[in-house]
Structures are given as structure tokens and as C-alpha cells.
């Protein structure tokens, strides 16, 4: 699927996605990655939804960040109250959907100015 840029100029936006893919400003990435409005974590350590672990959130706690859409996989699947503990406690709302959900939602809130950030599952 294609999507339109609705933020500004400079900023990330997902441009696109599909089996296994996300575009961020046209460039398209295969493997998990951060998304932020500023700048991407493609080096991100967690690779697939069972291999998450709280220490890979970690870092998301000091981005200044109000909500962290955490993107699943090809299916929304939640993962244990203890993964998400350092965002929780850092007090960073997070939401959990597949990764084309989060996609548009990242760009949605995006748009208005939100500090969001997207984690994303695509392995």
C-alpha cells in the first residue's frame, strides 16, 4: 500500500508498506526498526515478537517520547506486562497493533506534532 505524506518536511513518515516491508520517506527497510520523527534506529536489537525483551524498550524511555506504537508483526499479538515495563514506568504510553496499523497511525499522529515513536517487529 501507498501512502501520502500528511507531515512536514524533514520529518520521517511512512510512505508505504506490505509483506514483510515498511517505506520511511521512500526508502524502504526489511528488518525491525525505531521509528522517530527525527531520525531512525535501524540497528534496533529485537527481531521478532518472541525474541523481545524489556532491555530492547529500554532506550525509548529517555526519547522524550508521549506514546510508542509497538507494531507486532503481520498480526497484533501482546506481549507480557514485563516487556513494557520501562516505558510504563517511564511513564510513555504505549500501544500494541500490527505493523501496518502502526504505520498509519505513527503518521497520523505524527501530523500533529505528537512525540511519538513507532517500534517495529518485522521479522
Request: aromatic residues 6%.
Amino acid at each position: 500500500m501507498k501512502l501520502h505524506r500528511a507531515t512536514a518536511v524533514g520529518r520521517n513518515a511512512f510512505t508505504g508498506y506490505g509483506a514483510g516491508y515498511v517505506m520511511v520517506n521512500e526508502a524502504r527497510h526489511m528488518h525491525s526498526l525505531v521509528v522517530l520523527p527525527d531520525r531512525l534506529i535501524t540497528d534496533w536489537g529485537a527481531s521478532t515478537f518472541e525474541a523481545l525483551d524489556p532491555e530492547q524498550l529500554a532506550p525509548l524511555a529517555g526519547c522524550g517520547l508521549e506514546i510508542v506504537l509497538l507494531g507486532t508483526g503481520d498480526r497484533l499479538r501482546f506481549p507480557a506486562p514485563a516487556i513494557l515495563r520501562p516505558l510504563v514506568e517511564a511513564g510513555v504510553g504505549v500501544e500494541i497493533m500490527d505493523v501496518q496499523a502502526a504505520c498509519r497511525t505513527y503518521n497520523i499522529l505524527a501530523a500533529e506534532d505528537r512525540k511519538v515513536g513507532a517500534a517495529l517487529l518485522l521479522g
